[in-house]
Every structure is written in C-alpha cells, then in structure tokens.
C-alpha cells in the first residue's frame, strides 16, 4: 500500500523558513519522480517542485524559485522541501505526490498529471502571517 506523510508545516513569520517532509512507503521510491503540490484556500492545486529519481534535475514553479529548495534521501525514502523568506502567499497545504513535473509542459499538461495522482497523504499546513 502507497503511504504518504507530510510533515513540517507550521505558522510563521513573512520571512521566515520551514523545512517540510515527505515519508514514503509502499513503493521503490528511488524509481520514482517526485513533486510537491499546495493547495491555498478556495483554490486548486498548484505545482510547486519536481525532482527527478536521482535527485540530479530539479524543477520549480516561478513563485518560488531563488527561495524553495526539493531535495531527497532514497536511502531514507524521505522528500524535502525547504522553504525560505516564505510570504503570506506561500499558505496552503502541502502534499507531496508520486509524479514527475517539468517546467516546460503546458499548464494543461501540468493540471492533468496533478489531478490524476491517485495517491495523497494527509498534508502539511504552512501558514505564513505576522
């Protein structure tokens, strides 16, 4: 069975940083393109970053480049984000999803392979206010 936990969220400062995490199980982890997506109030889902099985290709949504950092353990079958000089824009709740996402496909493309993850874990809620 394909487990999911996200962890890491948390309430912070506009400027602040938070490190999330993404246990895997139930599946080879280290086979598997990995992404993490948010989900603010009264939106949809929002592709945020993409990391490819080896670690070696990394892909992230304007918002957030220059700030987020993907990185991942398969050793540990963990997925990372770390978030720095986070903005009140930045509040949502994180999930993390068994896909792969490039920054050169289409939105449609990018919309259609988030809402065909079968896969979710619980999330993790970043809220980011002063």
């Known amino acids: 069975e394909v487990q999911l936990v996200e962890s890491g969220g948390g309430l912070v400062h506009p400027g602040g940083s938070l490190r999330l995490s993404c246990a895997a199980s139930?599946?080879?982890?280290?086979?598997?393109?990995m992404t993490w997506v948010r989900q603010a109030p009264g939106k949809g889902l929002e592709w945020v970053s993409s990391i490819s099985t080896a670690g070696h290709t990394k892909t992230y949504v304007d918002a957030v480049k220059g700030r987020f950092t993907i990185s991942r353990d398969n050793a540990k079958s963990t997925l990372y984000l770390q978030m720095n000089s986070l903005k009140p824009e930045d509040t949502a709740v994180y999930y993390c999803i068994k896909t792969w996402v490039d920054d050169t496909m289409s939105d449609y493309e990018i919309q259609r392979r988030l809402e065909s993850n079968i896969y979710w874990g619980q999330g993790t809620q970043v809220t980011v206010s002063s």
């Open positions: 139930g599946f080879t982890f280290g086979d598997t393109g």
